[in-house]
Every structure is written in C-alpha cells, then in structure tokens.
C-alpha cells in the first residue's frame, strides 16, 4: 500500500504545511551555527593529561575520509582523535611524548634498557596534516595544511608536520622508547577496521616495537565531560527535546513510521544538528518491542503504543532519548499498567541517582537492580509470571562523541558524566513495548535531569497529544 503522504500535509484535520512549519520554526528558534568545537586550550588540556598517563608515545590516527565510499558519506572524525584535537578532517595523525616525569628511564638513564628518551629532541607534541591539494579542494573544499600560515594558532599544537613525515618520525621514536601507545583492535571496534589498519602499519614498519592499547586510558578521560561538551551535548538534547514534543503532536493512527520519523529529523537538522545520532527507532505495536528496529515501514494503527527512540547530533555529541506514546492520544488500560511500571522503575533509579553508584548488573551499588526489582515486582504477564523477563536490556549508558560513548560501563558514576536511564518492558505476544529513556548529567550530590523539559507522566503527555488534536 501507498503511504498516505495527505495525511501529513494536506487534510483539513490534519495541519496544512504552511501552519505546520510555522510551528515548527517557532519552536526551533534561531537556527544554531552547526559543528561548534571547544577552545584550543581543551583539546591541548586533554593531550596533557594523557601525555602524564604513558610512559612512551602516543601515536593516533584520524579517519582517511576513505572509510566509506558513498556518495552521501560525510566525513566524521575518529572519535578519540576527535576528543584530543578537535580536528575534524580526513588524513590526519598525531604523535605526544610522554611528560617529562614519567618518562621511562627505569632511573638508568634507559628507557626499558634503551637508550634514554632525551635523545629525542623534537617536540612535545606533533600534528600530521596531509598536504594540501588545490585540484581536490575544488571539490571538497578548502582544508587546513601543514605550511598554512598561522597553522599552529589555528589548531593549537606545539608543532604541525606534514604527513609523509610520520613514518622517519614512528621509525625514530620506536629506537628510543620500548613501548609505543596507539589503539589496538578491541571490543569496541569489532569489525571496523581503523584500529586493525593501523596496527598493522605499525607492524610492518617498526616489526621490534611493543605496542601498548592506549583506548582505556582516553575512555576513562571522555567519561567525564568538560563544560564545553555539557554544552555541546546539552544543545543536542535541547533539539532532540522539541522533536519528541513535535512527534507526540504528530502521531495519529494512519501515519507510517518513518513520516513520524521524518518531522522529528527536520526538527534536529533545522536547529543545525549536522545527522542523527542514531539510526531513528519509530516502532508501532510489536515493533515497539523490537530494541534497535530501523525499517520504519509500518502503519500506525488505532490503540497501538509507539516507542520513539529518536534523537540528533549537535557538533559531534549525541542525545538519546525515548518515549512511548499512545496511536490515538489515550494509552489503554493495559498498556497505562505497563507504562507506570516503566516509570516507577525510572522515578525509583533517580532517587538513588549520585556518585557512586553504577550500571554493574550486581553490587549493592547497582542501579540495574533497583530497576530490575522494581519491574519484577510490579504487575504480571498474561500468564501471571513477574515482569523483570521482559527488561532486556542495560539500565543505561554514557553518552557523548558516541551515542553508547566509550569507557568501562560498570565505572562508578562521578560529577561530570552524561549517561541515559532507560528502562523498559517489551511483551511481543501483547505487541506492547515501552521504553522510557531520559539523560541525565551527574552532579556532586546527584543528578540534573537534561530532558526535563519532555514529560513523562501519562497525563501530562496525553494533554500534549488532546491539545494538538484539538488544532
Ligand atoms: N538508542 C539506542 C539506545 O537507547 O541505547
Ligand atoms: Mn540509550
Ligand atoms: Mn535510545
């Protein structure tokens, strides 16, 4: 069957375009200036305190711009080459010595029985730029080169060298110094083969090196987020916020999924969120079991629940937000029961929300066990068996450069980290899925809740959804 396009735009009942994007506009406010980044000062801050952290060199690769061929591709940084520099073209490398006081010299005069690191007399601190190509910036745009005037005020390094200058450089360092810090393959990136690449490169190119995973080390420091990325990522909840509030408007039993999907996008990317954060989850009956369900094909239909776990992008950060909201504006009964329970699970994570404690499934710190508990402890199936079954998922997770952002999950929570709180209960044989996903910033003595803009009540979400049926 044809999607109803009409629906949206054209019917009486429904708003005409010029209404609806006025709303819209309204809503959004002046449009943002996309891609922000921190103050040089940050990313030279970050690279310090790493550099305090190695014994050896740091040596990190950005992406080439090669990693996908498509057409619609747009280059996006690497995100730990992202965090560290702030650079965000293709092509690029950097190198870091180790501070001063922590390299390794065993108190020998040898690093590791090499010779000492002070036979390395180049800078502290070195970026890699690809040289610049005036044929191909035709194409793509000017780019940041090595021999630019003022390159080092632009980007803020100690020193800047063009590319091809890299290899002398790694083949120089990995005579002094036993070990050499880059990111190896890991869990993190199974299957992508950045990190494989690269390591191979190093394989062949300096065979005798130890290399070292430096991934930990840059997870833990992306866990705790500077005031610039708070702001960063606040942006991009702030837009993901007034696309949920456009959807609940929105949904009506005849929509198609991805439609509802498509209001919420032009809602990020007007207020200048450069993509989505995610591949937007819209699933209406069972797909609203369906956790990461992406084909948005299906009609909305009267008296199904809808999960949207839609957010944006804004300059690298990443919302992740979930509601779920009744087709027709009124939840059933049945579905209102599994709804409270979703939230009183949420409500009863945020009371124990502060410092210390953690995503751990276990321990007496575990928030996933408050909501666990609280799920199988409330309400029943059809076939009167507890709820916590059907909580398939994690309690929650960091977000930041990536949606799921980097760092050990089972970290105790400290001020300064942004992590989701997402509880849910999904019961395909009653096509009933609801999630409840809020983001939240951890403070000194608990929480701020970043999405508090966006109700979860029932009634404060069916007044949303009356009001705008009433237009
Ligand atoms: N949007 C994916 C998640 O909630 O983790
Ligand atoms: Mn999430
Ligand atoms: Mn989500």
Redo the contacts with the bound molecule.
């Keep these: 069957m044809r999607p109803r396009l009409g629906v949206i735009f054209f019917s009486k009942r429904s708003w005409p375009l010029a209404a609806g994007l006025l709303s819209l506009l309204a809503l959004c406010g002046p449009a943002a200036r996309a891609r922000e980044r921190e103050r040089n000062s940050v990313y030279a801050e970050r690279r310090a305190r790493l550099r305090a952290q190695v014994d050896g060199p740091v040596i990190l690769f950005g992406y080439t711009g090669k990693e996908d061929s498509s057409p619609s591709y747009v280059f996006k940084q690497e995100y730990n080459f992202y965090y560290l520099t702030g650079h965000n073209e293709p092509g690029a490398a950097l190198i870091l010595l180790p501070d001063a006081r922590n390299d390794n010299t065993n108190g020998s005069g040898k690093a590791n029985g090499k010779a000492n690191s002070k036979e390395w007399d180049g800078p502290r601190e070195i970026l890699f730029l690809p040289p610049r190509e005036a044929v191909r910036e035709r194409w793509e745009g000017p780019r940041l080169g090595p021999s630019d005037p003022g390159v080092l005020e632009k980007i803020g390094f100690g020193a800047v060298e063009a590319f091809p200058k890299l290899r002398g450089e790694v083949e120089k360092l990995a005579k002094i110094y036993a070990n050499l810090y880059t990111l190896l393959p890991g869990a993190d990136d199974a299957g992508y083969p950045h990190a494989r690449n690269w390591s191979n490169w190093f394989y062949q190119v300096v065979p005798q090196a130890h290399l070292s995973n430096v991934a930990a080390q840059i997870a833990a420091m992306r866990q705790v987020k500077s005031p610039g990325e708070i702001e960063l990522l606040t942006r991009a909840i702030e837009l993901s916020v007034d696309a949920q509030l456009e959807a609940m408007k929105t949904i009506r039993p005849g929509l198609y999924e991805y439609q509802v999907a498509a209001r919420m996008e032009f809602v990020h990317k007007y207020g200048g969120c450069e993509r989505e954060a995610?591949a937007p989850?819209v699933g209406t009956g069972f797909n609203a079991t369906v956790l990461?369900y992406s084909s948005l094909r299906e009609m909305i239909r009267d008296g199904e629940v809808v999960v949207l776990?839609v957010a944006g992008q804004y300059s690298g950060y990443s919302a992740?937000i979930?509601r779920t909201v009744p087709a027709n504006g009124r939840f059933t009964a049945r579905q209102r029961e599994i709804y409270e329970i979703v939230l009183g699970a949420q409500n009863a994570v945020l009371a124990a929300l502060k410092p210390g404690m953690s995503f751990a499934r276990t321990g007496p710190n575990s928030l996933y066990l408050i909501a666990h508990q609280y799920i199988n402890s409330h309400g029943k199936d059809k076939n009167g068996q507890p709820l916590g079954r059907y909580f398939i998922h994690g309690l929650g997770?960091h977000i930041g450069l990536d949606?799921?952002d980097a760092g050990a999950s089972d970290r105790p929570l400290e001020p300064g980290m942004v992590v989701?709180i997402?509880p849910g209960i999904y019961i395909p044989e009653e096509h009933l899925g609801v999630r409840i996903?809020d983001d939240v910033l951890i403070t000194a003595t608990g929480y701020k809740l970043l999405t508090a803009r966006l109700p979860r009540e029932i009634a404060e979400i069916e007044k949303i959804m009356a009001e705008a049926r009433k237009k």
């Design positions: 995610y989850i990461h776990d992740d979930t997770h949606v799921h989701t997402e996903e």
